[in-house]
């Protein structure tokens, strides 16, 4: 149920030009008296609804001790309360033909289910009822450990997700937020107690530390009378505050600047420091890493992989949305060659092309152009709608945002992506790590 990191939300990233609103749909809110937030889209169709929890906690709200709890506490929530014990959940969503899943990243826990619309009170039921009332118990706890560390021995088989595994520990200072990858520590996993799952769940699972977004062919009034009835009555309260200070990353040193790998390529591994959502800079880097490293179309994409054969790929392993300030890494992938130092040469004189001249008007306006065509497309989904709206929500607190996020990137000018690119991208503030054949 985890999903990697270097997948989390990639459909949202941008959402581009267009006189029209990103979602064209009517969308509405209301707040319970116990906190919980409720965002309803009125997107016609299909007779499906899709409906999503989305809780405020994730591995940014561990410690060490519990590191891989929340998780582990995401695979525990499938476990049952008395009133849909043991596997109730699949079942109940199977047997209207829907479909249901979850995923955790550093900031937040997601539950989702795509069911018919006639099946959305029975989920409301269900949720409300796992917010409640789950329980863990030392038995269900040994049996979901298993599958955690399958689910990890399972991402080590895989060469990149190893890589991506033994490379975290030399990225973040101490005490930062991200500092632990969220699938944890498998000896600490195993030495869980069921007592510290309960303290974990009592702490982060309330109503005034989640919100729902609902979207499908529903009514918004409808919803909300649906809501008040079985989330309402809900009187749990978030117990603990959620960290609020970073240590600062720009002038951190990586612990390590080289490493070995078991796969016959070699990877420089381009590590910056990325600013928060929110930040004034967020969404000027977002728009400068595409155009520059990520996108099929990107400067040097094109040159490195399409045009001079220096590379295979480019690719991006980090999640650009994030509470706090965070490193975005970038991997080209080469054969391995004691050529490959002339990349290092190519990707400094783009950045430094942009430095000093920013980037052509030209493929800025084709790049908000492409991606505003893929959400278009993408917004045919229900399930990237509600998406859209949950990240608007979580770092925003306004799901509002999502409606219009096309005009935040269309403020980004070429004096921003100068100044963005000279101070993250500037020799003092990028640091490669040099991956390549122990053999």
Request: a negative charge.
């Amino acid at each position: 149920m985890r999903k990697l990191k270097f997948t989390i939300a990639a459909s949202l990233l941008i959402m581009a030009t267009s006189h029209a609103q990103d979602i064209q749909y009517p969308t509405f809110s209301s707040t319970l008296k116990n906190g919980m937030k409720i965002i309803v889209c009125e997107k016609p169709g299909n007779d499906y609804v899709e409906s999503e929890v989305w809780y405020r906690v994730g591995s940014k709200d561990e410690k060490p001790g519990i590191r891989g709890m929340a998780h582990l506490f995401e695979h525990m929530m499938f476990r049952g309360t008395k009133k849909y014990p043991a596997n109730s959940v699949f079942e109940e969503v199977d047997k209207v033909g829907g479909q249901v899943n979850a995923y955790t990243t550093y900031d937040r826990t997601v539950y989702h289910e795509y069911v018919p619309v006639t099946a959305l009170e029975k989920m409301f039921d269900l949720e409300s009822d796992r917010m409640q009332n789950l329980m863990v118990t030392q038995e269900i706890l040994n049996t979901e450990r298993e599958v955690v560390g399958q689910e990890l021995r399972n991402g080590e088989s895989n060469w990149y997700g190893k890589l991506i595994a033994d490379r975290y520990p030399y990225l973040y200072p101490k005490n930062h937020p991200y500092e632990v990858d969220v699938i944890g520590f498998l000896d600490e996993i195993t030495k869980f107690t069921s007592e510290q799952c309960m303290e974990f769940y009592n702490n982060y699972y309330s109503p005034n530390n989640a919100f729902l977004v609902i979207v499908g062919n529903v009514k918004h009034d409808e919803v909300f009378v649906l809501a008040e009835k079985y989330f309402g009555a809900v009187t749990k309260q978030l117990n603990i505050k959620a960290p609020t200070n970073t240590p600062e990353l720009f002038g951190n040193a990586l612990k390590q600047t080289e490493m070995p790998l078991l796969f016959p390529v070699q990877i420089y591994s381009y590590v910056f420091p990325r600013p928060a959502v929110g930040s004034a800079d967020y969404f000027a880097m977002t728009v400068l890493t595409h155009i520059l490293f990520t996108d099929a179309n990107s400067i040097l994409n094109n040159r490195l992989v399409k045009k001079e054969y220096l590379a295979y790929a480019v690719n991006i392993t980090t999640e650009e949305w994030s509470l706090f300030p965070n490193y975005g890494v970038i991997d080209v992938i080469m054969n391995a060659s004691p050529g490959n130092v002339k990349v290092k040469k190519i990707i400094r004189e783009e950045i430094n092309k942009i430095i000093a001249d920013g980037i052509p008007q030209n493929l800025i306006d084709a790049y908000i152009k492409a991606s505003y065509n893929g959400v278009v497309f993408q917004n045919y989904e229900s399930e990237n709608i509600a998406s859209s709206l949950g990240i608007a929500e979580y770092y925003f607190n306004d799901y509002k945002i999502a409606l219009n996020i096309t005009e935040e990137y269309k403020k980004v000018s070429q004096k921003d992506l100068k100044r963005v690119a000279a101070n993250y991208f500037s020799e003092e503030n990028i640091q490669i790590m040099n991956i390549k054949p122990e053999f």
